[in-house]
């Protein structure tokens, strides 16, 4: 079976070599150029095909004339996109005679949309998983192939659950991936009344809101945290990313306000309190007794 893919990151590196141990065979791989201005922290889909001698390209649209042309050559039996970051239009999807299918990083219908991974995070979730589903006009609202639940701990960042939502979703395209070769391919409609829809984010949506409590604040700053922008404050006319941080029950003086209780500074918020681990200032990051005396330089100050 053909397979045109569509890929980006680390799970599109995953899709195209599980599709490869299946036995597709894969004439062309659509991917994107690395944006300079981000921190490109996982695997190159370009680099991978090199490796394996794909056709690979990079166009900024795979709709225009040039590559309809190409594709109507290739007369692809399926396709797939994994994590490629532009919606395909329908002259693209309706092409395949068995069907186009996206992998998506949540539980659908939950978190359709972008950064399922942060805002899931963000907003303090215990669960989530990956889905591979029919591509319709729509985004991330075709008919469910199937689905892997992965739990969300306490601590974890962004980061690290993007690794076991990558687990995740390799045992799922081996569970899946051969009966979709024999042309077996379940599908169940989403009710989209049932889920919700996040946008992307941007580094200035990482700005804490000193009025929100402790646990919400946490969650903000484990769901942004490296290799993502980072959540910030500031400190006077200083812009301070706080990478790592703790939470508890103290109650300070008031939202924002920096206070020491048993020797460790806090910042207090509408309900209990963040402990700065680790933060970033002017470039430079620090910890410890460094950290300490920068707080207790600040003591009694409100943060905004």
Not at 151 to 179: H, S, V, Y
Not at 224 to 241: D, L, N, S
Request: a neutral charge.
């Amino acid at each position: 079976m053909r397979a045109v893919v569509f890929a980006y990151h680390n799970m599109g590196r995953l899709g195209i070599q599980k599709l490869l141990q299946e036995g597709f065979e894969i004439p062309l791989v659509f991917t994107h150029e690395d944006d300079p201005g981000e921190s490109v922290w996982f695997g190159s889909v370009s680099a991978l095909c090199r490796a394996l001698a794909i056709e690979h390209a990079t166009p900024a649209d795979p709709a225009s004339p040039e590559w309809m042309t190409r594709l109507e050559s290739i007369r692809p039996d399926i396709m797939f996109s994994f994590y490629y970051r532009s919606m395909l239009p329908e002259r693209i999807i309706a092409m395949p005679p068995y069907g186009a299918y996206n992998l998506h990083g949540s539980l659908l219908p939950a978190y359709r949309g972008r950064c399922p991974v942060n805002w899931v995070i963000i907003n303090g979730e215990r669960h989530t998983g990956v889905t591979l589903h029919a591509m319709t006009l729509k985004p991330d609202a075709g008919p469910i192939v199937g689905q892997r639940r992965v739990e969300i701990g306490p601590d974890d960042t962004a980061f690290t659950l993007f690794g076991r939502l990558e687990q995740a979703a390799g045992i799922l395209l081996d569970e899946l991936l051969p009966g979709m070769r024999a042309g077996k391919i379940p599908l169940t409609p989403q009710d989209l009344s049932r889920g919700s829809y996040f946008g992307g984010r941007r580094p200035e949506d990482g700005r804490i809101s000193w009025s929100k409590t402790a646990q919400e604040i946490y969650n903000l700053i484990r769901g942004v945290t490296r290799p993502y922008p980072g959540a910030f404050f500031h400190c006077g006319k200083r812009q301070i990313i706080i990478w790592r941080a703790a939470h508890d029950a103290f109650e300070g003086p008031g939202p924002g306000v920096i206070f020491f209780q048993g020797g460790v500074p806090r910042i207090g918020t509408s309900q209990g309190s963040i402990v700065p681990l680790e933060v970033e200032l002017e470039r430079t990051v620090i910890t410890g007794s460094e950290l300490e005396t920068f707080f207790r330089n600040h003591e009694g100050e409100v943060v905004s």
